[in-house]
């Protein structure tokens, strides 16, 4: 059974930079898409990025605009989100999930089985 654990989250200044982090167990992540999302109080959760088994990063969202990179490291069997140049909006609980099958709609939730706890972001001005 695949477990994600999200860490990295944390209150940083605006303009600063975080590096979350989903780190994989009871399976080997190198087979799944993961994604990553947020969702900020009072707002429905958002896609941020996800990232294909063979690597191909897809960014979901205008609000990235070259702020944010997604990337794995199979060999430790974790997913990455650094992010960079972070603003007050950007304050939110980042998940991350998992999904065996892949496909061209990865920005969907719903395409996702397994989903982390989340970690909090806050950014202030």
């Known amino acids: 059974q695949l477990q994600l654990l999200e860490s990295g989250g944390g209150l940083v200044q605006s303009g600063g930079s975080l590096r979350l982090s989903c780190a994989a167990s009871?399976?080997?992540?190198?087979?799944?898409?993961v994604g990553w999302f947020r969702q900020a109080p009072g707002k429905e959760r958002e896609a941020v990025s996800y990232i294909t088994s063979s690597g191909g990063a897809t960014y979901c969202a205008d609000f990235v605009n070259g702020r944010f990179t997604i990337s794995r490291d199979n060999a430790k069997n974790t997913v990455y989100l650094q992010m960079n140049t972070l603003e007050p909006e950007d304050t939110a609980i980042y998940s991350c999930?998992?999904?065996?099958?892949?496909?061209?709609?990865?920005?969907?939730?719903?395409?996702?089985?397994?989903w982390g706890q989340g970690t909090q972001v806050t950014v202030s001005s």
């Open positions: 009871g399976s080997t992540l190198k087979y799944y898409s």
């Open positions: 999930a998992a999904d065996g099958l892949g496909g061209p709609a990865m920005c969907d939730m719903r395409e996702y089985d397994w």
